[in-house]
């Protein structure tokens, strides 16, 4: 401070950002008046929501969702499916594999208000009161211990058998059966890579490799 009792410069030759463009520094549209606390302006109300219509299990499902909410959220919160789980929540355990359009997907990496197709939750995999035969093989083959990875695994297998049946083939497909036409030959290994996106922490695998095979002989009959 000068004699006269005004703010002399810094020192260390560094001005005072008023954010006024009087300091050669821009308004940046920055306010730190008593108007806003200086916080960001929240906007206007209904901004950061979206209406959203999913079709989940066979029911259309009308939402007013934060367009940050994923499809696990989705279904957990706001539709009490709590099928599907929230493991790592960054897609890399499968524990929230749900069927989108029939195609599997990870659930906690899928925003809600871009899913354009219908959603099959392990909910929805059985069929008139019977369990779907990977569930019934899943049961017989004792191919689950904690259980909480089994819903994705059952979502992910579904998906497997119609890929395999579609001809689809796997990084371990041998060359010349991948250039064949009709369905892909669904050996161990090929369950095991084509599974192999879904943890089980409990080790279960070998039986769900049995249960999965189990339940592909029932669909060739």
């Known amino acids: ?7 002399g410069p810094d020192p260390a ?5 008023r954010g006024d463009g009087r300091d050669g520094v821009p308004d940046t549209g920055r306010h730190h008046g008593p108007d806003n606390g200086g ?44 099928g599907a789980k929230k493991g790592c929540d960054h897609g890399q355990c499968g524990a929230c594999t749900v069927l989108v359009a029939g195609r599997r997907v990870n659930s906690c990496l899928v925003l809600a208000v871009a899913c354009d197709g219908p959603v099959t939750t392990v909910e929805g995999l059985a069929e008139g009161g019977r369990p779907h035969p990977l569930q019934e093989a899943f049961v017989a083959r004792d191919a689950l211990q904690c ?3 089994t819903p ?23 060359p010349r059966a991948a250039r064949a036409e009709g369905p ?38």
């Open 147 to 149: 259980g909480y990875c």
């Open 1 to 7: 401070m000068d004699r006269d009792g005004t703010a």
């Open 152 to 174: 994705g695994q059952l979502c992910s297998a579904v998906a497997l058998l119609d890929e395999a049946a579609a001809g689809h083939p796997s990084h371990v497909t041998p």
């Open 13 to 17: 030759g560094r001005d005072d950002d």
């Open 184 to 221: 892909a030959e669904l050996t161990r290994d090929e369950i095991r890579e084509r599974m192999s996106g879904n943890l089980c922490r409990c080790g279960a695998y070998p039986h769900i490799v049995d249960a999965v095979a189990d339940a592909h002989r029932e669909t060739v009959r």
């Open 39 to 82: 916080h960001d302006s929240p906007g206007r109300p209904g901004e950061s929501t979206s209406s959203a219509a999913l079709q989940v299990n066979g029911s259309v499902h009308s939402l007013r969702l934060d367009n940050r909410t994923t499809l696990l959220d989705a279904l957990r919160e706001h539709l009490d499916l709590t």
